[in-house]
């Protein structure tokens, strides 16, 4: 299954130079039933036919089944492709009318199709450039790329214009001239998918750090809904730890203690980092491959971060990213001993950032003064300062977090009473608010009864379940 | 992460697995009432099947109350659908609470049931690879649920040519169904779900084009394209404009087509025949009509199968208002109960509507809701043991007319006949002396 599509790619992706191209046909229903027209000839008939018309590399051997194609088939066709374009040098562009004898008659195109006209290139004018042209299949010393290449192409031409039509107008045009079955379409398009996939994975990791301080509004606190997707998409894994889903409990520790070694690992390579780091490579400031992939969720702390990156406030920057770290590993654990639910763990980390946005407020306001105005010396004396004052902060945070269960089930009371609150908006709800029919205690077990059916059912989970019953008992 | 979100706004937002859950879980919490969440079942991969069913009673058919289905994201990369229901039903759910007259009666006469999500295994896939770069996800073990489904259509045009039912096609459900191999776990638990509840309107929700769709999906001759009507066409073309109108990109007739070479020449004023457009066999909305008394249409809602998060709005906007209006169509025709003449309800009498060779069934509690355009027609009732009785009626646009039937049993008749017997011999006797 590996790479058959390849080889065809290769030839059309030449005549791709075109600019003009049909767009691909409808949804994916239509995909099945519109082409039978592609299945009468077998790659290795056209891959004949090609060889038929100029001097060849040895034809592959025609397997039974279509499926066995292998890797040396798709090679020996892009060789002898390869070799068939050096040779006609051939500048004649598609004209559109091709295009058009192509588009017509869908129902009937085995009549239309003249495969050995398409593969001889001098009546179709296979616009053969050995420039660097991100179209063209061939790398820049000439030499034939490998399957994995030319997926790789397409996946990085889709990725850079965002625009899947790049594939279509490939794939289609293969598609109507015969050469590629649909299934061999769909196989091109896993390929090409996967690698667009690790693409926008790399991508997004590389990028994560610096999008995401843009993104965030700067009362990230009330603004939780975006917190979760903006969570969501770059590392899901954070979300999934931190979940809390019953059925996951083994794995969330599992997950936890390796991001914590992990974490430690990466916290000695981005010390050791920090100099490169700050010379103002803005977008990949913080890298997220030094362990910093937790510190992201909190824009607040970066802002902060990012205020002091000269070189006086390194060792500063430093204590912070420690304490921080240290903060949400001990989070993290309370967390996974059970003593707050995940949560109330967001919750408190959230309110976390936001009294740090309090801090910075107050802290730049005093501090940016001295350090831009003092000489040498005094500055450093400041700079101790601000360094204790800030480690001093961050201390008392710290310890305040040691009466953990206090502070988080605060936290917790907080959104309960927000909670509440919202609740009693209810009486715009009549079940809850006529006349007759008002009976909190009725209301309750109903709710009640209705809340443990669906945590059965697994439409609540029982955490969700036990808030909701715990507010109806507090109304 | 906002444990109870009841503050009704609506985010446009893409809804993973979770997310929607919670969002609907919301919906609940906010309009306690009116609202109730259920599962239909499982997906291969164990997410449950969640539906919210909003009526004044939820949980509870109401007799002659009629019963309506939105379906979304069965592909699941067409996202549009499963994110247009979840914001529906927080929409209806604010509404109802701000007093919209036009909603609440629409949740006070029916029951509507919402599932945002009949493939939510393939959603997660296409969600946590593609995004909106990649929108045409196929997958290698993946089965294409809207061609999972019975073929009935075969069999009705079977009848068709050699004779036999018109509706209720699906014989001997446990071996069709639930030996059957074939089905996947989500198919089988909607063919449960559709022979549970006696669903009278219905609309699977879909991406790739911008179309309503009506029956038949499949070609009498099996051809690629064919017009196939069903024998309800007019009643479908009504119901599937019905959608279009209000859908201001769907119904403009100049709208250019998805793809370059698409061949939308099927579609006239934003609806088309399913066969003209191009056969699917083994889909959805067909085995609605053939198996069961529900007319389901599909709607394609977007070129993007998968557009970007912030297109979600404006996909929103073009089709809020074709969303509850489709739902409205539900009470339309003509309705009404069948009953003995002690008033005991009848179930499964068949209604026919002469000229229409598609028959309907009443519910258990003898109620049932016979869709039709404006006219004039002859509406039958009949049920084995029982005499047939035949009604004239007029139908006008909305609401649906009430048609009532009293069904005398055939001993009943026979006794009645036999007293009248006995009356005549009795005259005659007395006349001539006996």
């Known amino acids: 299954m590996a790479s058959k599509r390849v080889g065809i790619v290769v030839v059309l992706a030449v005549i791709s130079q075109i600019s003009a191209f049909p767009t691909p046909a409808g949804p994916d229903d239509k995909s099945m039933y519109n082409r039978e027209l592609t299945e009468e000839k077998p790659l290795e008939q056209q891959i004949a036919e090609a060889d038929s018309i100029k001097k060849a590399e040895p034809k592959p051997t025609p397997p039974a089944e279509a499926e066995s194609n292998s890797e040396d088939d798709d090679i020996t066709f892009l060789k002898s492709l390869a070799e068939k374009s050096k040779e006609s040098n051939n500048e004649t562009p598609i004209s559109d009318s091709v295009d058009e004898r192509y588009g017509t008659d869908e129902a009937d195109t085995t009549k239309n199709r003249r495969l050995a006209d398409d593969y001889d290139s001098t009546k179709n004018g296979m616009d053969y450039k050995y420039q660097d042209d991100p179209e063209s299949f061939r790398q820049l010393d000439g030499t034939p790329l490998t399957a994995h290449d030319i997926v790789q192409k397409i996946a990085n031409k889709i990725y850079e214009e965002d625009d899947r039509g790049v594939f279509d107008r490939i794939v289609s045009k293969l598609l109507k001239l015969g050469l590629i079955t649909d299934s061999q379409a769909e196989t091109l398009e896993y390929e090409v998918a996967e690698a667009l996939q690790d693409l926008i994975t790399k991508n997004a990791k590389d990028n994560m750090i610096g999008d995401l301080s843009m993104d965030y509004p700067v009362n990230s606190v009330k603004d939780t809904q975006n917190n979760m997707d903006e969570e969501d998409r770059p590392s899901r894994r954070y979300d999934d730890?931190?979940?809390?889903?019953?059925?996951?409990?083994?794995?969330?520790?599992?997950?936890?203690?390796?991001?914590?070694?992990?974490?430690?690992?990466?916290?000695?390579?981005?010390?050791?980092?920090?100099?490169?780091?700050?010379?103002?490579?803005?977008?990949?400031?913080?890298?997220?491959?030094?362990?910093?992939?937790?510190?992201?969720?909190?824009?607040?702390?970066?802002?902060?971060?990012?205020?002091?990156?000269?070189?006086?406030?390194?060792?500063?920057?430093?204590?912070?990213?420690?304490?921080?770290?240290?903060?949400?590993?001990?989070?993290?654990?309370?967390?996974?001993?059970?003593?707050?639910?995940?949560?109330?763990?967001?919750?408190?980390?959230?309110?976390?950032?936001?009294?740090?946005?309090?801090?910075?407020?107050?802290?730049?306001?005093?501090?940016?003064?001295?350090?831009?105005?003092?000489?040498?010396?005094?500055?450093?004396?400041?700079?101790?300062?601000n360094t204790k004052t800030e480690a001093a902060n961050m201390q008392k945070e710290y310890e305040t977090l040691k009466d953990s269960t206090k502070d988080v089930q605060t936290a917790a009371e907080i959104s309960d009473n927000i909670a509440h609150e919202k609740l009693l908006h209810f009486c715009t709800d009549q079940f809850l608010c006529s006349v007759e029919d008002y009976d909190l205690s009725k209301l309750r077990d109903f709710m009640d009864q209705q809340v443990d059916a669906y945590i059965d059912k697994g439409i609540l989970e029982k955490d969700e379940g036990d808030v909701i019953k715990r507010i109806y008992g507090s109304l | 992460y906002c444990q109870i979100c009841i503050n009704g706004g609506i985010s446009f937002e893409y809804h993973r697995y979770e997310e929607m859950r919670k969002a609907l879980v919301s919906v609940w919490l906010q309009c306690p009432s009116i609202t109730r969440i259920y599962t239909v079942g499982e997906s291969y991969e164990g997410r449950e099947l969640l539906v919210l069913e909003m009526s004044d009673n939820p949980g509870i058919h109401e007799p002659g109350e009629p019963e309506f289905k939105y379906i979304g994201n069965m592909h699941g990369n067409e996202a549009v659908g499963r994110e247009l229901l979840i914001y529906l039903a927080q929409y209806l759910c604010n509404e109802y609470q701000e007093g919209n007259d036009t909603i609440i009666d629409l949740i006070h006469s029916t029951r509507i049931h919402i599932m945002p999500s009949m493939n939510p295994d393939g959603f997660e896939k296409a969600a946590s690879q593609y995004i909106h770069v990649w929108n045409k996800l196929k997958f290698l073990k993946g089965i294409d649920l809207n061609r999972n489904f019975p073929d009935l259509d075969r069999i009705v045009y079977m009848n068709e040519k050699e004779g036999g039912s018109n509706n209720h096609l699906l014989k001997n459900m446990k071996k069709a169904v639930d030996e059957n191999t074939k089905l996947a776990p989500e198919t089988k638990a909607v063919i449960h779900w559709i022979m549970d509840i006696p669903f009278v309107l219905s609309a699977?929700?879909?991406?790739?084009?911008?179309?309503?769709?009506?029956?038949?999906?499949?070609?009498?001759s099996g051809s690629t394209h064919e017009y196939s009507a069903s024998p309800d066409d007019l009643?479908?073309?009504?119901?599937?404009?019905?959608?279009?109108?209000?859908?201001?990109?769907?119904?403009?007739?100049?709208?250019?087509?998805?793809?370059?070479?698409?061949?939308?020449?099927?579609?006239?004023?934003?609806?088309?025949?399913?066969?003209?457009?191009?056969?699917?066999?083994?889909?959805?909305?067909?085995?609605?009509?053939?198996?069961?008394?529900?007319?389901?249409?599909?709607?394609?809602?977007?070129?993007?199968?998968?557009?970007?998060?912030?297109?979600?709005?404006?996909?929103?906007?073009?089709?809020?208002?074709?969303?509850?209006?489709?739902?409205?169509?539900?009470?339309?025709?003509?309705?009404?109960?069948?009953?003995?003449?002690?008033?005991?309800?009848?179930?499964?009498?068949?209604?026919?509507?002469?000229?229409?060779?598609?028959?309907?069934?009443?519910?258990?509690?003898?109620?049932?809701?016979?869709?039709?355009?404006?006219?004039?027609?002859?509406?039958?009732?009949?049920?084995?043991?029982?005499?047939?009785?035949?009604?004239?009626?007029?139908?006008?646009?909305?609401?649906?007319?009430?048609?009532?039937?009293?069904?005398?049993?055939?001993?009943?008749?026979?006794?009645?006949?036999?007293?009248?017997?006995?009356?005549?011999?009795?005259?005659?006797?007395?006349?001539?002396?006996?």
């Open chain 2, 235 to 434: 009643v479908f073309k009504t119901l599937a404009k019905a959608y279009s109108s209000y859908n201001p990109v769907m119904s403009d007739p100049n709208r250019p087509a998805c793809r370059k070479n698409d061949d939308d020449s099927s579609f006239k004023e934003g609806i088309t025949n399913g066969g003209a457009w191009y056969s699917v066999p083994g889909g959805m909305q067909d085995f609605n009509y053939l198996s069961s008394n529900c007319f389901e249409i599909t709607l394609e809602l977007s070129c993007d199968k998968f557009p970007p998060e912030d297109a979600l709005k404006q996909y929103w906007d073009q089709n809020r208002n074709s969303l509850v209006n489709y739902i409205e169509q539900v009470h339309r025709g003509v309705a009404g109960f069948v009953r003995d003449l002690q008033g005991n309800p009848i179930s499964n009498t068949s209604i026919s509507v002469e000229g229409i060779d598609h028959d309907i069934t009443t519910a258990k509690d003898g109620d049932y809701w016979r869709l039709l355009g404006p006219g004039n027609y002859k509406v039958s009732a009949s049920a084995p043991g029982y005499l047939t009785v035949v009604k004239k009626v007029a139908v006008s646009h909305s609401p649906a007319t009430r048609l009532d039937f009293e069904l005398e049993s055939l001993e009943e008749r026979k006794e009645e006949e036999k007293e009248e017997l006995m009356d005549w011999w009795k005259m005659m006797s007395e006349t001539l002396n006996f």
């Open chain 2, 204 to 220: 699977n929700l879909h991406g790739g084009d911008v179309v309503a769709n009506y029956p038949y999906d499949e070609t009498r």
């Open chain 1, 241 to 385: 730890e931190d979940e809390g889903d019953d059925d996951n409990g083994g794995d969330d520790d599992n997950g936890d203690e390796e991001r914590e070694d992990e974490i430690r690992d990466d916290t000695v390579r981005a010390e050791d980092s920090w100099d490169a780091v700050s010379d103002g490579n803005d977008r990949n400031e913080l890298n997220p491959e030094d362990g910093l992939q937790d510190l992201q969720f909190f824009p607040n702390f970066y802002r902060l971060l990012k205020s002091l990156d000269s070189e006086q406030d390194k060792e500063e920057r430093e204590t912070l990213i420690t304490i921080m770290k240290t903060l949400i590993d001990f989070v993290k654990m309370m967390v996974k001993y059970g003593t707050i639910t995940p949560e109330e763990g967001v919750s408190y980390l959230e309110n976390l950032d936001a009294m740090i946005a309090l801090q910075t407020k107050n802290k730049l306001g005093k501090s940016l003064v001295p350090l831009s105005i003092t000489p040498p010396t005094g500055k450093a004396l400041d700079d101790d300062d």
